[in-house]
C-alpha cells in the first residue's frame, strides 16, 4: 500500500487488507494521516485516578494512550475498570487526578460533546446503536452535528461495510450481533473522527466474525485514523495491536507492543490461559 508508513506487521492474516489497493486509502478524512507514527500519543489519558459520583476510585494512576496511525488495545480482567477508563478518556467521569490530551492539546475540561466536535469518535460497550431505528437512520445520527454534506462518509461506511447497505432500511435490532457491531462502529465513523474509541467491539460475535470485524478495524486504521480499543479476546486483540494495556484493578498491570505482551510469561499465563 502506498503512502502509509504504517505497520508492516501487523500479525493479521487476511493479505487482502494488508495489500489492499484501494480498500484502505479511503481517504475518512483528507487531514488523516498528518502526523508520522512514534511521535508521542495522538490522544492519551495520563495518571487517571477517579471513580463515578462519590464512590469509590475505581482507576488508580491509569495511563492509556495511542499514537497516530496505530491500534492499541486493552485488555483485563472482567471488572478491571477498561470500560471506566475509556469513559474517563471521553469525559463521562470526574477525574480526581490525571488528564487527557488530545493531539498535544489538554482537553480534560471537555465535556463528551466537545470532544466529539474535536475529532474523538467514542462505540460504548453497550447501548451503542438505536435499535428501533433503521440501520441508515443510525448512521444520520451518527452525522446529525454535521452541516456539510455527510453522503459521501456514509457511502465509505457502506464501502467498508456492505452488509450495512443491503439492511439500510431495517430497523437495527434486527440485525446480528456482528451487524450491530458494524452499524456501531459506522455511526461512529459518521461524525469523521480523528481518533476512533471502541469498547470490546466484538463482544458477543463468532470467532469468524470477529476476524471480520478486526480486519475491517485494520482498515480503518490504515485510513490514518488511530484505534483505541478494549477487547475481551485478548490473544487475537494483540496480535493486531501495536501497542497494548493490561488493567488490572484500575492499574496499568503490563505495558507494551502487542508482540511484547504476546511473549511475556507472566502475562500469558495470566491473561492468556498459558
Ligand atoms: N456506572 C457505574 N457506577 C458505579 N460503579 C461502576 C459503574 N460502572 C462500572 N462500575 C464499577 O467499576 C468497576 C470497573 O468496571 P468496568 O470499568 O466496567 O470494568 P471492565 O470494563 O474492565 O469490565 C467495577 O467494579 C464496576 O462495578
Ligand atoms: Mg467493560
New binding site residues.
Given amino acids: 500500500m502506498s503512502g502509509n508508513p504504517y505497520h508492516e506487521d501487523r500479525g493479521n492474516k487476511d493479505r487482502s487488507i494488508t495489500n489492499a489497493q484501494g480498500a484502505g486509502t479511503i481517504p475518512w478524512r483528507k487531514s488523516g494521516a498528518t502526523f508520522p507514527a512514534g511521535e508521542g500519543p495522538f490522544l492519551i489519558g495520563e495518571g487517571m485516578t477517579g ?3 462519590r ?1 469509590p476510585d ?2 488508580h494512576d491509569c495511563t492509556i494512550a495511542v499514537n497516530p496511525g496505530e491500534i492499541a488495545v ?1 485488555v ?12 474517563a478518556v471521553f469525559g463521562m467521569l470526574d477525574l480526581r487526578a490525571g488528564h487527557v490530551r488530545l493531539d498535544g492539546e489538554d482537553i480534560s475540561a471537555l465535556s463528551p460533546q466537545d470532544r466529539v466536535a474535536r475529532g474523538m469518535g467514542f462505540v460504548p ?1 453497550t447501548s451503542n446503536i438505536f435499535t428501533s431505528l433503521t440501520v441508515e437512520e443510525n448512521l444520520e445520527m451518527g452525522a446529525f452535528t454535521r452541516r456539510d454534506d455527510f453522503r459521501p462518509t456514509m457511502a465509505q461506511v457502506y464501502d467498508l461495510f456492505p452488509i450495512l447497505k443491503e439492511k439500510r432500511r431495517q430497523a437495527a435490532g434486527e440485525l446480528s450481533g456482528g451487524q450491530r457491531q458494524q452499524v456501531a462502529v459506522g455511526r461512529a465513523l459518521m461524525t469523521r473522527p480523528k481518533v476512533l474509541m471502541l ?2 467491539p466484538t463482544a458477543g460475535v463468532s470467532p469468524i466474525v470477529m476476524d471480520e470485524l478486526f480486519d475491517r478495524i485494520i482498515e480503518v486504521s490504515r485510513t490514518g485514523i488511530p484505534i483505541l480499543m ?1 477487547e ?1 479476546n485478548a490473544r487475537q486483540a494483540l496480535e493486531i495491536a501495536d501497542k497494548g494495556y493490561v ?1 488490572v484493578q ?1 492499574r496499568n498491570a503490563h505495558t507494551g507492543t502487542g508482540k511484547d505482551l504476546l511473549a511475556d510469561d507472566e502475562v500469558r499465563r495470566s491473561f492468556l490461559g498459558g
Fill in positions: 471513580g463515578y459520583g464512590g475505581i482507576l486493552i483485563g480482567p472482567n471488572g478491571a475498570g477498561k470500560s471506566t477508563a475509556m469513559k460497550q469498547d470490546e478494549v475481551q488493567l484500575g
